[in-house]
């Protein structure tokens, strides 16, 4: 029993979300004689002073008394931490309710839902998120409005109330009609050979395009592809999450968390285990694709792309200060973003592939077609593109129109099944001697994981002394290197490994 | 006709020019040697064609013995082996000028692809000429001395070929031309061997046109990403450069 605070008639707990974190919050909820009056207490945003009347209106009409001649006080605590959002309003009516009918408050039980006016529960965002902080905070039993139980449940470890209304609530915490716990079937991964939405079976030619998917799937690489309009590279871009193994447990339930804050799950399915394919517009704002908006950030598309492939078409149309923003998550996983109420951090680890056109017509280097550009308009463009950003990109392939008399009577190509399973076996390799992706080698690893002999280490060197590759160019072909090698024999990286690894670099020419 | 040792960009013009006159009904006549003349006869079979083969030898003895194979297939799609030499006649020095002059004679108009100064090829034009047969040429690079025989014949006079429609249009007494280029085929005549050594991919390469790694492969019968590591070792020393989604030769520069 927690101590009982002199005055204090009910306590009663429920969660907030920062970003991926849930903070309890305790509502204690206080009946005196004093004024007449309902006073909401504890840093309250708009939302949850609205809070007052729902919960009043929804206690009238399930039957339940409500102190209306008497000074009645709710605090929110702690109080520095700002509240918003309707996910306390049942809380704060069953904290009333409790203290109205001078019932005992129920130990480590949190509450979570919106009240309509009638007394039903309705959804909340963000449900599986506050599970997983209660959780940590001790906390034992959850109600959550029906539809969220099976997202609750996936915290794991917490018995979870499936509550349509503050009546039914009620009638259990006073003993006279007990609710069932929610008891679904625990999660089971999805059958790893399920067949793609876009399977490579469907596209024609581009020989380089395959190659390049399969290397960047099996290293988990960033893939630049640059061609002309209607080239396909969008549909090529669309076939990667089907090359990719599915999600693991844990993989889908930190996307699951991504999700959840965004009320984006599929009531009664939460867990998706096919990886995310997002393409932002370049139209996108910062906080559209990095995470943000006022008040609360929510999370981008980037963590939206979490675990999965984050696609930029028309790369060199995106504002340059968008693409900067991209750097940081490219290089730790993850996103912090610092507002007035603080930092909240969102998990952002996913492999980027971009696309654009060689020129502002698009048909510079076409065989077929002229460029209509300027040549400074075609520098200008592609100096837009020889980034920093760039430099972050281990493939770049050129993808050419498919010639008319191609289309329509080459055999159809290999099925994303096929390129899927020497994918899956390059991952494994890479996890069991390294526990990381290629991609993920920093150049230390790179020396212990990929040793180059000697004809492979000085035929690296010669490229890059002749084209001006930076360091960090440097070390990207070599990972590339290390994942063909993954792909050939897993054993050592040879000479023709490297330079198979540097026919998929382009940009050093541009730059 | 042309040269027995073309250029990759030679060669494409042979087969495109031969696949699309095939296609149009028109008998290609050529002489059965490696190189051009081996590219027109698999052009117009991938045309769909009748394609008529001119031997310097006897009707039985197939020379040079690589194409012994093209010669069956010729046979087999309604084409022709035809020979003025008894039957046994073996290679000889003499017989291929006489043999040009019948390949002139059964032509109702000679174009020719690439030419070297002096070359058996201008023979034949010339024997063109005389029978009183329009003569056409095939322009190409102004560095490839495979192409100073057919300059030499366009500054005499002979028509200009770029594409098939020059040649229907002169064989159909049309003056109307249009300028199209011509699309290179996405698989040449010749089925190369696998490469041999450093530079073994070089001689499948254009410097007129960018051949892509995955025709590469398929032509050649390798794997993908052997074929981009070979060119990725040429682009390194100088001999190729990218083009677009393909690769081309780099002309006149030695190793780097």
Not at chain 1, 122 to 145: C, E, T
Not at chain 2, 63 to 74: E, F, G, H, K, V
Not at chain 2, 143 to 148: A, K, R
Request: with cysteine; proline share 6%; hydrophobic share 45%.
């Amino acid at each position: 029993m927690l101590p009982r605070l002199p005055g204090v008639v009910a306590r009663v707990l429920s969660c907030l979300l920062r970003g991926l974190e849930g903070h309890l919050v305790e509502i204690q909820v206080d009946i005196s004689s004093g004024p007449v009056g309902f006073a909401l207490v504890g840093l309250a945003s708009g939302s949850v002073r609205e809070a007052k009347e729902r919960v009043r209106s929804a206690i009238h009409n399930s039957g339940l008394p409500f102190p209306s001649q008497r000074k009645l006080t709710v605090n929110l605590a702690p109080a520095e931490l700002r509240k918003d959002g309707a996910g306390l309003d049942l809380a704060i009516g069953v904290g009333i309710s409790l203290a109205a009918l001078g019932l005992p408050s129920p130990r480590s039980t949190a509450f979570l839902g919106e009240l309509a006016l009638d007394g039903a529960v309705r959804h909340v965002d963000g449900v599986l998120v506050a599970a997983r902080g209660l959780i940590r905070h001790g906390v034992g039993a959850l109600f959550v409005p029906e539809a969220d139980a099976a997202e609750a449940a996936l915290a794991g470890g917490l018995r979870v109330y499936p509550c349509p209304s503050l009546s039914i609530a009620m009638a259990h915490l006073t003993g006279d009609t007990l609710l069932d716990p929610y008891s679904g079937r625990a999660p089971t991964p999805a059958a790893a050979d399920a067949s793609p939405e876009h399977d490579l079976a469907e596209v024609q030619g581009q020989d380089s395009a395959r190659r390049a998917l399969e290397v960047a799937a099996s290293g988990g690489h960033n893939l630049l592809m640059y061609g002309p309009p209607g080239a396909g590279k969008t549909m090529l871009a669309r076939t990667l999450p089907g090359l990719l193994p599915p999600l693991e447990l844990q993989e889908a339930l930190e996307l699951a968390q991504v999700r959840s804050v965004l009320g984006d799950l599929t009531a009664g399915r939460p867990l998706e285990w096919v990886r995310p394919f997002r393409a932002p517009h370049h139209s996108v704002s910062l906080a559209g694709l990095i995470g943000g908006g006022s008040g609360l950030a929510t999370p981008g598309e980037i963590s939206r792309a979490h675990h999965g492939v984050l696609f930029l078409d028309e790369l060199a149309e995106f504002r340059a200060a968008t693409l900067q923003a991209l750097r940081q998550p490219m290089e730790q996983g993850h996103i912090v973003i610092t507002r007035r109420s603080g930092s909240v951090v969102y998990p952002a680890r996913f492999q980027l592939v971009a696309a654009t056109n060689p020129c502002p017509c698009g048909w510079e280097g076409d065989s077929q077609r002229s460029c209509r550009c300027t040549p400074a308009s075609v520098e200008a463009y592609q100096r837009t593109l020889s980034g920093p950003l760039l430099d972050r990109i281990d493939l770049q392939v050129v993808v050419a129109r498919t010639p008319m008399d191609v289309l329509g009577r080459e055999a159809v190509g290999e099925s994303s099944a096929a390129v899927r399973a020497r994918v899956v076996a390059a991952r494994q390799l890479q996890i069991d001697r390294q526990s990381t992706l290629n991609a993920g080698l920093r150049a230390p690893q790179l020396r212990r994981w990929a040793p180059l002999d000697a004809t492979a280490l000085s035929a690296l060197r010669r490229w890059a002394g002749q084209r001006g590759l930076s360091a960090r160019g440097f070390h990207r072909a070599w990972r590339v290197a290390r994942t063909i090698a993954d792909l050939d024999t897993g054993g050592p990286v040879r000479e023709h490994h490297v330079m198979e690894a540097l026919g998929y670099r382009l940009v050093e020419r541009a730059a | 006709m042309g040269a027995r040792r073309p250029t990759p960009y030679g060669e494409a013009v042979a087969e495109r020019l031969a696949t699309d006159l095939a296609h149009a009904g028109v008998a290609v006549v050529s002489g059965l040697a490696v190189g051009v003349d081996a590219a027109a006869h698999e052009g117009a079979l991938i045309g769909e064609g009748c394609t008529i083969a001119v031997l310097g030898t006897g009707v039985d003895v197939i020379y040079p013995a690589a194409n012994t194979d093209l010669a069956a297939r010729i046979v087999a799609r309604g084409g022709a082996l035809v020979s003025q030499f008894p039957d046994g006649t073996g290679p000889k020095r003499d017989h291929f000028p006489r043999r040009n002059w019948t390949m002139a004679a059964l032509a109702d108009l000679v174009v020719v692809v690439e030419a070297a100064e002096g070359s058996g090829a201008l023979i034949t034009a010339e024997a063109g000429l005389a029978q009183g047969k329009a003569v056409m040429a095939v322009p190409g690079s102004v560095f490839s001395p495979l192409s100073v025989g057919c300059h030499q014949l366009l500054r005499d006079g002979a028509g200009l070929v770029q594409n098939a429609r020059d040649v229907l249009g002169e064989l159909n007494g049309l003056t109307a031309v249009l300028d199209d280029p011509l699309t290179p085929p996405d698989r040449l005549a010749v089925e190369g061997e696998a490469p041999r050594g450093r530079d073994g991919l070089l001689r499948h390469l254009s410097d007129a046109y960018p051949v892509e790694p995955g025709d590469l492969a398929r032509r050649l019968g390798l794997a993908f990403p052997d074929v981009v590591a070979r060119l990725t070792r040429l682009e390194l020393e100088g001999k190729a450069r990218r083009m677009g989604a393909g690769y081309l030769r780099v002309r006149g520069r030695g190793m780097t």
